[in-house]
Each structure stands twice: as structure tokens, then as C-alpha cells.
């Protein structure tokens, strides 16, 4: 009940990318996934299914969380059975619960988490049957090894441990027994009979656009059915024996080898630090002197799965390794067993068994408090919110949208379990494969929407953000940019027809994206990258982007005359960024093929033009203060943080005041005016003061339009060292080349509001 408490508090709670995707729509429909096909595990995930709470994608996560911990269940039985106290077996089985192979199973739609439930149920059953002798082990044994051959290709790899329990108890296995045993584990190899059966059945659900598009079996094209299938027996063989999975085990050179040697000891150090694997060889030892055969039976699972997982390329390696690892747990069983026993013997003074038993306890919190950081999965909703991006992008109809497997299957767990936008075509073809180039000519030809999903940055590691988005290529649609620009030529073959902003205007510390359109007007055979520069009017760099025109997988020299083209940036921005203009460039470099660098010397550069950024304007004034000042500006009002109460604001010593002066320029101005913000004592002195140009020089006076109510922030800094008591504000403008200041009738400044400084 622990370990599924913590899985279910640490469980991702929507649809995941890549594998777990997939297995979370496939179960829903009952599709056909990649090798082996898991009949076993898809029925038994439909079953999670009809759960009446959480989505279906929680639902299959539900599913993997329940197998790890009733795994964990069946790895405390199996200690029990070896050692004799119930401490070392308990703490044995907590650290093993709280290992990054067994935990990071039970929080994601994997086939992992039963996977290890068979195995170490097989296991378990193994050592009843050597030790016990009762036939109905030996056959609820054959039934499991059945069911898990049905599952993952890593459970074959027990076989050796299986033909060790047979040889050792071969005077005991009568002729009728194994023909009963093999009779018992052939039955659930019929499960594999839903594969041909359920992925004809999707196959015949044929849409001959999409047949005509890429000329495969549309189920396959889809992801109904894994494209790795062939609908054949030589198909079907080669998904269940997982024989077109077989490149993973490829070792290249001795480099290669030693590669994997280092990520196995790394993997196996963090399952278990170093206090664990002492204790694991320590107890090896002990549990071949105890229990010699059990020991062999043992060894045999470790080795086997062992060996193969440490061949095997993937980011799941370290689930490739549970049954390793778990042989492991049992093995530091045996060591905090003996442990206890010499703490016990010896006798030490103020060292009781009570102790020891809470000092080793600290060896799976520790290990919880460690890997907690990095598997809590709780609020893991990027794969829900790259495809949402996506989504929401008002992709036109029947496009074929080519996706990364990460990005695509948690697209089409919206289309097939949530019916969104069940009209795309989301199929999965690398940009550097040939079938990209192939699929791309068809859908040209077929006057068919092409899309084609990339991540920026690319990397996942790569630092800030990450966002995902669909780039055309090219767009079906004459675009109708908002801020258009005729005859705008970046390079001579490539004009910029205008660009949009979302949102219009974009808002500091928010997300913002830039999208520039494109048309070719020649082929273009150098390679183009390209540059966004954002600078205020001051000057001030505030940011720079790098990417390439349209997509880095439809470079410029692939681009035919008339084709249209967009190119999205997509950031945040920055948070600190005052509100006001900002310059826009567009820059275009040769890009070298050879050396992947930009000729940055060399710059084609295009000024978009002047963005408004943030909230220059306001219908909105909590504190209306009409005023005139001079003959062309009127004050209309102000708003402070704090609050102010009756034209009173109250603050404390050291503290800001946040103040929103509102202006209207009511006819058109030459000067640039600096408005200043005074904090003066009852004689009348300046203590403090905020003087700056409108929107910190961002938003100068004479780019005001006439009748347009301007929102100027400043923020007065209360000295730390200012007497308490009652102060004033005062506000004014002028021009910083005379210092001549704007009348207020008489006055040449307008008394804002008192502040009492507490």
C-alpha cells in the first residue's frame, strides 16, 4: 500500500508522449502498437478503460502504477521466502520499490510495470515449486511463463533461469506433468491471435486519399496499426519475436562496448548507491551458502535479462534491467539479514535491534528523498500542451500533418479518444528519411495541406522553453498578414510579404510569437539561415533568435517560384521589458552545408518596423484626476501599488510605489517630454524622485496619436531612512533640452496624491 500510494502521488496525470502515447490510444481502440504487439497488455489496458474516473490517458497510467506495486507486493512474498525475518525483507523491498527502474515504471503508460509483475511472479513461483514441490506451482509457473511471452520481449530472457528449475527438478517432473506444463503455457500464446485478427479489421478501414497519398495501408499510415507491421506471416513473426527491433542490439565498435559498460554500472549505482550494491554482494555470498540451487535459479534471471539489457540501445535500458535488479533486492535481503544477525550477537551497548532496524531505514528514505525531485511525474502536462499547441494552430482540413513520434502520439490520443480534429492525417516519417521527400511531392501533387512538426529548440536539453509548432510547407492559402510590406526583398528570390504578431501587441513575461510570410520568387540554390533582432528604440538588445526561413527540413534551395512560406518565432518574452516601441529586424545569412555555420559577415537585413510591446493604453483609470498641461497634453488620472484611499497612499520605509500616470496627447507633438515624479516633505523639499521620459524613453511623446490615453508607469523609491509621517507627490513635465516645465493653470507641477509613511 505504500509503493501505490507514492505511485499514485508522483503519477503523470494526462496523455505522454512517444511510447506511453501511444500505448494510451492504442489500448482505447484496440489498435495494434509497435513489437511485440502486446496483445496481453492492450486488453488488459482497454479493461482500465471503462474506469469511471480521470481521462482514458490517466486511466493507462492507473494501470502501470496497480502492476508495479502489486510487483512490489510479489518481491516482499519472495524475500519472505528466503530470508527468515521480516525486517530485512521489508526494507529490502522498500529500497527495491523505490528505485528509478521500478518507480519511473509506475508512473507512465508503459509495458514495463507488468512486465516486472510477471517476472518476479514467475520467479516466485519457481522457488515454491524447488522448494515445496506441489504441482500446482509448477503449473500456475507454465500458465505465467505463457502470459509473460505474450508481453515483453525482455521476459524470454528468464529462460535460462527456467531451464535451471527443470534440470534441478528433473526426478520430480513426471511425463504427464510437463505435457500438462506445456499444455498450460501454450494457451495464452493464443492472445497473439488478436494481432492479425484486430489489424485486419483496422486495415479494411482503408481511405483511398491517403492510399493514394503515401501508398501503404491507411491503418498504418494513421498509427491504427504500427507502421513496422507487414500484414503477413512473415510480418507477423518478425512484430512478435520483435526481430524488426533487432538494430537495438548492434555494437559498433569496442568504444561502443565500453559505452554501454559505463551507462550499465551508472544505472546500476543509481538503483541502489553504493550501501546497497555492498550489501547485494554481500548477500550473493550468503545466499549461495545457504541455498545453493536458489541461488543458480537466481543468478540465472540476473544474468540472462542481464546480458540482453546491456546490449540493448534505448532510453529504456534501465527498465531492461528490472529483473536484474530485482535479484539484486532479494540479494540485499540476504546482507541486512546477516547484518541484523551481528547486530544482534555482538551485543554492542546502546545498539538494539530497534536501532538497527531505524538506521536502515534510512537506506530507501534516503534513496525516496533523492529520486523524488526527478521521478514526481504529478505535473508533467508538456506532451498535452505541445499537442494542444498544435491543435489550436486552425490547421486546414484533411492536412497531413508529420509529426516526431514524441509529438505525434499524443496527437493522435486526441484525435482517436477525444475526436479532435479526427480529419488530419498525423503520421510519423523523419525529415531526413527519403519517405519525408516522397510524402511531401504527394501531398504537393494532391494539392493536399503538408505540415511538418518541429520542436524549438530542437533539443529538449537545450535551456528555457520549449515549444512545438506546425510549419507549412508551403501554405496552400494567399496569407493575409495584418502588418503587410509590398516589394519587401530580404534576397533577391525570396520577397516578405508582412507578418503578424500573437498577441497584437505582445506582453512582457508572456509568450509571443512572430510569424513572417514568404514568397519565393526564384530558385534559390544557396542555403539561407535566418535572424530575428528585437531592439527598443533606444538601441537596447533585448533579445535575438536564430533559425531558418520557413524550416531547416525545407531549406531555401528547395523552394519553387510562387510557393509561400511562413517562419514562426515563437518565445517568451522578456519579463523585465518595459512597455513601449521596439525595432523589428529580419536578417538572411548564407548558411554552408559543409561547415553548418552562418556567414555572419555577410547580412541581408530587412526592418520589419516598429512593435508596440505591452499596455500602452488604458480605458481604465482608478484614480480620475482631469488636468491640463500646457495646450496639447491633458492628465486624466493615476493608479498605485498600494492602492491609495481617498488620495492618500500609505507605505512603509524602503519600500516602492508603483504609480500609472494616464495621458491624453490631444494634438500632435514635436518635443520629447520627460515626466517627473517627486516625493517633496511640507516644505517643499525633493526627497525622492522618478524622472524618466514616458514608459522608461520607450514611448516618447512625439510618437503619441492624437487622442490615444497613454498608461506611463514610474516607481518611487521611499528612502529606508525617511522620518515618518505625512509627504506628497507631485508630477509635471518638460523638455530636458530647456528644462522648460508644462503649466497646470498657474502651477508648474499638479499635486498627485499624500503618502504616509508608516
Same mark, same amino acid.
Given at each position: ?18 511510447? #506511453? ?13 509497435? #513489437? ?63 528505485? *528509478? ?39 500456475? /509457473? ?17 529462460? *535460462? ?16 506433468? %510437463? ?35 503515401? $501508398? ?36 559498433? #565498435? ?43 535459479? %537466481? ?19 534501465? /527498465? ?44 530507501? %528514505? ?37 509529426? &516526431? ?49 518541429? /520542436? ?24 493575409? &498578414? ?28 508572456? %509568450? ?67 512597455? $513601449? ?42 484614480? *480620475? ?67 524618466? &521620459?514616458?514608459? #522608461?524613453?520607450? /514611448? &516618447? ?58
Amino acid at each position: 500500500m505504500a509503493a501505490l500510494a507514492l505511485y499514485l502521488l508522483t503519477i503523470s496525470p494526462t496523455v505522454l508522449d512517444g511510447d #506511453s502515447g501511444e500505448y494510451q490510444y492504442m489500448a482505447y481502440i484496440l489498435g495494434v502498437p509497435h #513489437s511485440t504487439g502486446y496483445p496481453l497488455y492492450i486488453l488488459l489496458g482497454k479493461l482500465f478503460t471503462f474506469l469511471p474516473f480521470g481521462d482514458v490517458a490517466y486511466r493507462i497510467n492507473l494501470f502501470s502504477a496497480i502492476f508495479a506495486a502489486l510487483a512490489v507486493t510479489v518481491v516482499y512474498w519472495t524475500a519472505r521466502r528466503l530470508v527468515p525475518r521480516r525486517i530485512p525483507a521489508l526494507i529490502a523491498t522498500l529500497i527495491f520499490a523505490v528505485t *528509478p527502474s521500478v518507480w519511473g515504471s509506475a508512473v507512465q503508460a508503459e509495458t514495463y510495470a507488468l512486465h516486472l509483475f510477471l517476472g518476479v511472479l514467475t520467479i516466485l513461483l519457481m522457488l515454491r515449486w524447488h522448494q515445496e514441490g506441489q504441482a500446482r506451482d509448477f503449473y500456475w /509457473f507454465a500458465f505465467v511463463c505463457g502470459l509473460g511471452l505474450t508481453h515483453h520481449v525482455m521476459y524470454r530472457f528468464i529462460a *535460462p533461469a527456467a531451464a535451471l528449475l527443470l534440470w534441478f527438478n528433473r526426478a520430480r517432473l513426471t511425463r504427464a506433468m %510437463l505435457a500438462r506444463g506445456v499444455l498450460l503455457g501454450l494457451v495464452p500464446l493464443l492472445l497473439y491471435a488478436y494481432i492479425p485478427i484486430r489489424a485486419n479489421q483496422l486495415i479494411a478501414q482503408q481511405d483511398p486519399a491517403n492510399k493514394a497519398l503515401y $501508398g501503404r495501408e491507411d491503418a498504418m499510415v494513421k498509427g491504427t496499426v504500427t507502421a513496422f507491421y507487414n500484414n503477413s506471416p512473415e510480418g507477423f513473426f518478425k512484430l512478435v519475436t520483435g526481430l524488426d527491433n533487432i538494430y537495438k542490439m548492434d555494437v559498433k #565498435s569496442p568504444l561502443d562496448s565500453a559505452n554501454r559498460l559505463e551507462l550499465s554500472a551508472t544505472l546500476l549505482l543509481q538503483q541502489f548507491g553504493w550501501a546497497g550494491l555492498g550489501l547485494a554482494m554481500a548477500g550473493a555470498w550468503l545466499a549461495f551458502r545457504r541455498e545453493r540451487q536458489a541461488f543458480w535459479l %537466481l543468478f540465472a534471471a540476473a544474468a540472462g535479462t542481464g546480458l540482453v539489457a546491456f546490449y540493448l540501445r534505448g532510453t529504456s535500458t534501465v /527498465f531492461y534491467f528490472s529483473m536484474t535488479y530485482f535479484v539484486l533486492a532479494l540479494w540485499i535481503a540476504f546482507g541486512l539479514d546477516a547484518l541484523m544477525q551481528w547486530a544482534v550477537r555482538a551485543r554492542v551497548p546502546f545498539v538494539s535491534l530497534r536501532v538497527v532496524t531505524l538506521v536502515l531505514l534510512l537506506l530507501p %528514505l534516503s534513496a525516496l528523498i533523492a529520486n523524488f525531485p526527478r521521478l514526481d511525474k504529478s505535473n508533467n502536462y508538456a506532451p498535452r500542451d505541445y499537442a494542444q499547441a498544435i491543435l489550436r494552430e486552425n490547421l486546414p482540413p484533411n492536412a497531413v500533418v508529420v509529426a &516526431p513520434w514524441e509529438v505525434s502520439q499524443p496527437l493522435r490520443y486526441f484525435q482517436f479518444v477525444e475526436n479532435q480534429r479526427p480529419d488530419l492525417l498525423v503520421t510519423n516519417v523523419s525529415p531526413i528519411w527519403p519517405q519525408f521527400q516522397k510524402l511531401l511531392a504527394s501531398a504537393r501533387e494532391l494539392r493536399r495541406p503538408f505540415y511538418n512538426v518541429e /520542436f524549438n529548440p530542437e533539443l529538449p536539453t537545450a535551456p528555457g522553453p520549449r515549444f512545438a509548432q506546425a510549419i507549412p510547407l508551403p501554405l496552400m492559402q494567399e496569407p493575409q &498578414p495584418r502588418y503587410t510590406m509590398p516589394d519587401a526583398r530580404i534576397v533577391d528570390g525570396a520577397q516578405v510579404i508582412g507578418y503578424d504578431l500573437d498577441p497584437d501587441p505582445p506582453q512582457p513575461g508572456t %509568450l509571443a510569437r512572430v510569424l513572417i510570410y514568404y514568397r519565393a520568387l526564384d530558385r534559390m540554390y544557396p542555403m539561407y539561415s535566418s535572424a530575428l533582432t528585437i531592439n527598443d528604440i533606444t538601441g537596447k538588445l533585448w533579445s535575438d533568435y536564430y533559425g531558418f526561413p520557413g524550416s531547416q527540413y525545407q531549406p531555401t534551395y528547395r523552394w519553387q517560384a510562387g510557393d509561400v512560406y511562413r517562419e514562426q518565432w515563437q518565445f517568451i518574452w522578456p519579463a523585465d521589458a518595459p512597455s $513601449g516601441l521596439y525595432n523589428f529586424d529580419l536578417s538572411w545569412y548564407v548558411y554552408d552545408l559543409d561547415t553548418r555555420k552562418s556567414d555572419f559577415d555577410h547580412e541581408n537585413k530587412l526592418a520589419l518596423g516598429v512593435i508596440r510591446v505591452g499596455n500602452l493604453t488604458t480605458n481604465t483609470i482608478g484614480n *480620475p484626476k482631469l488636468a491640463q498641461a500646457g495646450q496639447a497634453i491633458s492628465f486624466l488620472g493615476w493608479d498605485s501599488a498600494p492602492a491609495s484611499n481617498s488620495d492618500t497612499i500609505t507605505a512603509a520605509r524602503g519600500s516602492q510605489i508603483a504609480l500609472d500616470l494616464y495621458w491624453r496627447s490631444d494634438r500632435e507633438l514635436r518635443g520629447q517630454y520627460t515626466v517627473f515624479v517627486h516625493l517633496v516633505d511640507t516644505n517643499g523639499r525633493v526627497i525622492a524622485d522618478a524622472d524618466s &521620459p514616458p514608459s #522608461s524613453g520607450l /514611448f &516618447p511623446t512625439d510618437r503619441w496619436t492624437v487622442g490615444e490615453v497613454v498608461r506611463d508607469r514610474h516607481t518611487l523609491q521611499v528612502p529606508s531612512d525617511l522620518a515618518p509621517g505625512d509627504y506628497a507627490i507631485e508630477i509635471g513635465m518638460y523638455l530636458p533640452s530647456t528644462g522648460k516645465r508644462l503649466l497646470f493653470g498657474n502651477a508648474d507641477n499638479l499635486a498627485l496624491a499624500k503618502l504616509q509613511v508608516r
